[in-house]
Each structure stands twice: as C-alpha cells, then as structure tokens.
C-alpha cells in the first residue's frame, strides 16, 4: 500500500524560501507521477507541480513557474518541491500525491504540511 508523508512546512517570510519533502513507501515508483498540490483555507484544492518518476518530465502550475521546482530521489524514493521567492498567496496546506500511469487521477495523498508566508 502507497504511503506518503510530508514534511518540511513553516513559517516563512514573504521572499523567503522553503523546501517540501514527500516520503514514498509502499511500492516501486517507476511508473508513477508525483504531484504537490495546495489548498487555501476556503478554497479548493489546486495543482502547483508534478514529475514523472521515471525520466523526470516536470510540468508546474502558472503561478508558481520559475520560483518552485519539483524534484526527485530514487535512492530516497522521495519527492521535493523546491519554493523560493515565496509570496503571502502560496500560504497554503501542501499535498503530496500519486498517480499510478496512465490513469489521470491522483491518490493516495499525504496528510499535508502548513506553509505559511508572511507579509
């Protein structure tokens, strides 16, 4: 069974940075995507960014492209989001989740980490 636990949330200042990490376990992760995806209070959940376990193909949300990036560590079959020029609108909880290829949907999640950026 998939497992994931993140880790690495806070409080940050706006401009600042963070990094996310997301722990998988359970299986082999070849032919999985991993994605994060954050989720405002009040507001629906959104995509931020994805990789392709295997070949490393990244693809970002519009809001956050050329300050987040995803990366990942198969000898730590772990998943990074890497978030730097961060603004008081990434204030979110941050979810790490799977897609088994080539289903489009995404599960299991993790439990989610607070980021929380101040003006």
């Known amino acids: 069974q998939v497992r994931l636990v993140e880790s690495g949330g806070g409080l940050v200042q706006a401009g600042g940075s963070l990094r996310l990490s997301c722990a998988a376990s359970g299986r082999t992760f070849s032919y999985y995507a991993m994605g994060w995806f954050r989720q405002a209070p009040g507001k629906e959940r959104n995509f931020v960014a994805a990789?392709?376990?295997?070949?490393?193909?990244?693809s970002y949300a519009d809001s956050v492209k050329g300050r987040f990036t995803i990366s990942r560590d198969y000898a730590k079959n772990t998943v990074y989001l890497q978030m730097n020029s961060l603004k008081p609108e990434d204030t979110a909880v941050y979810y790490c989740?799977?897609?088994?290829?080539?289903?489009?949907?995404?599960?299991?999640w993790g439990q989610g980490t607070q980021v929380t950026v101040s003006s």
């Open positions: 990789i392709i376990w295997r070949g490393g193909m990244t």
């Open positions: 989740a799977a897609r088994r290829l080539p289903s489009a949907d995404f599960g299991p």
